[in-house]
């Protein structure tokens, strides 16, 4: 009878413990949106935010950001470049523009990926759920996602 206590308090704990690290909050994840349920009010709607997948990164860099003769701007990575051609971006930014900051931290930056940041502006009106869709469907992109108004 004993032991038989003892085994139910102990599954019971076990529970417990499952179920508190099932809903722990995981740093650096950000809870899913579905965009197609908000209002354009919510979000600005001339560019996106992306992350880049580090395993890509180095085939881009920030001086790799060019122009096209078509007015479409290229990063260097041919997927995004063909969704860039298809979508119209007409300028990318760099999110976090460390040039400008003390370089005693550069490295610190970079493990946190902060390089791997970019704003993708849209010459013509496009529609924000389809793009952001379209773009976090490839492996080269870690986070696609609009800006959200506060």
């Known amino acids: 009878m004993r032991l038989k206590k003892i085994i139910i308090i102990i599954v019971i704990s076990l529970m417990i413990c499952e179920l508190i690290k099932a809903t722990q909050y995981q740093k650096g994840k950000s809870p899913l949106i579905d965009l197609t349920s ?3 009010s919510d979000y600005h ?7 880049l997948n580090p395993e890509f990164a180095v085939q881009s860099s920030h001086s790799a950001i060019a122009e096209d003769n078509d007015d479409i701007v290229r990063l260097g990575i041919a997927a995004i470049d063909e969704l860039n051609k298809n979508y119209g971006v007409r300028e ?3 999110l976090y523009n460390t040039e400008l900051l003390d370089e005693k ?3 610190r930056r970079r493990a946190w990926g902060f390089h791997l940041w970019y704003e993708l502006y849209f010459s013509e009106e496009v529609s924000i759920p389809e793009v952001v869709s379209a773009y976090e469907q490839l492996p080269e992109i870690i986070v696609a996602e609009p800006e959200y108004k506060k």
């Open 38 to 40: 908000l209002d354009e």
């Open 45 to 51: 709607t001339e560019y996106i935010r992306i992350k």
């Open 92 to 94: 990318i930014r760099w």
């Open 105 to 107: 931290y550069e490295a």
